[in-house]
């Protein structure tokens, strides 16, 4: 049985409209940083699993992903599995 660590990121969808991206986008011209722009505002998220395999936990994150980490209808999700 092995220790793993996800390192997941949640991020809305491209075709949907980002308004808190868009609120800080208009922001970064008020504090001298117009070149700034499309700020898109996700979440990361760092978990651990028990799994005997690698291949094990990647399912199981997977499976936590779609059912509670990601609102699939507006986010999109992408991890990464690290060994403990």
């Known amino acids: 049985m092995g220790k ?20 800080v986008t208009g922001s970064m ?10 700020v898109r505002i ?10 005997p395999s690698k291949e094990v936990a990647s399912v199981k994150v997977e499976e936590a992903c779609k059912k509670l980490l990601a609102n699939q209808i507006m ?5 990464e599995l690290l060994s403990c």
Do not use: C, W
């Open 29 to 38: 011209k008020n504090i001298g940083l117009p070149e700034i722009q499309n």
């Open 4 to 23: 793993y660590r996800a390192e997941i990121d949640v991020m809305p969808l491209k075709a949907l409209l980002d308004p808190q991206g868009k609120a």
């Open 42 to 51: 996700g979440k990361h998220i760092t978990l651990e699993v028990e799994a």
């Open 75 to 79: 986010e999109s999700y992408e991890f």
